[in-house]
T-cell receptor
Framework: DSGVTQTPKHLITATGQRVTLRCSPR?????VYWYQQSLDQGLQFLIQYYNGEERAKGNILERFSAQQFPDLHSELNLSSLELGDSALYFC????????????FGNGTRLTVT | KNQVEQSPQSLIILEGKNCTLQCNYTVSPFSNLRWYKQDTGRGPVSLTIMTFSENTKSNGRYTATLDADTKQSSLHITASQLSDSASYIC?????????????FGKGTSLLVTP
């Protein structure tokens, strides 16, 4: 068990809708990262937060947004969903910014129909 | 452009056999190289992290090597077990102005058969 909790595990929604994915980092970790993994694709970095502030941005669409709250949990908001947004969304956490190992949650599987 | 290439894309071996997975990268400035194991439908789990000065690191039956000169790494699995069936991902960290950027390979899918 990595100590990183993601909810929900599965999400099925229709095109055009909006969903929120939630992540609780491992106790003591200040950094939270979001990744997207489409079928047969590698992990694509979306965004990183460190202690409540945005630290780095990857290939995150404008329709997607995220935030990290004072209790360090994070939410990833996906809006105007398209079929191509169907993927596994992983959250990871680390103690510092990125020097050490990342601890991944087991992901949220999003299916857009 | 920072890239991480893994080979082979997939591999099937018999239980008990050894295997070696390869990772070539063009990432700079290099900070560290990591290997992760990802079981189907689960999040990746860290196996090893190696810095520039380390050329080998072991974690049980997993041994990673790093040649920073040729920008190559390998992950050797000894006496494979059925539970080794997973995707193995090579990740190279580059230091940037905003901190560190992780560059992910697409992974090698390993299937260990009885």
């Amino acid at each position: 068990d990595s100590g990183v909790t993601q909810t929900p595990k599965h999400l099925i929604t229709a095109t055009g809708q909006r969903v929120t994915l939630r992540c609780s980092p491992r106790s003591g970790d200040l950094s939270v990262y979001w990744y997207q993994q489409s079928l047969d694709q590698g992990l694509q970095f979306l965004i990183q937060y460190y202690n409540g502030e945005e630290r780095a941005k990857g290939n995150i669409l404008e329709r997607f947004s995220a935030q990290q709250f004072p209790d360090l949990h994070s939410e990833l908001n996906l809006s105007s969903l398209e079929l191509g947004d169907s993927a596994l969304y992983f959250c990871a956490s680390s103690v510092g910014r990125q020097e050490g190992p990342l601890h991944f949650g087991n992901g949220t599987r999003l299916t857009v129909t | 452009k920072n890239q991480v290439e893994q080979s082979p894309q997939s591999l099937i071996i018999l239980e008990g056999k050894n295997c070696t997975l390869q990772c070539n990268y063009t990432v700079s400035p290099f900070s560290n190289l990591r290997w992760y194991k990802q079981d189907t439908g689960r999040g990746p789990v860290s196996l090893t992290i190696m810095t520039f000065s380390e050329n080998t690191k072991s974690n049980g039956r997993y041994t990673a090597t790093l040649d920073a000169d040729t920008k190559q790494s390998s992950l050797h699995i000894t006496a494979s077990q059925l539970s080794d069936s997973a995707s193995y991902i090579c990740v190279v960290s580059a230091e940037s102005n905003s901190g560190y950027a992780l560059n992910f390979g697409k992974g090698t899918s390993l299937l260990v058969t009885p």
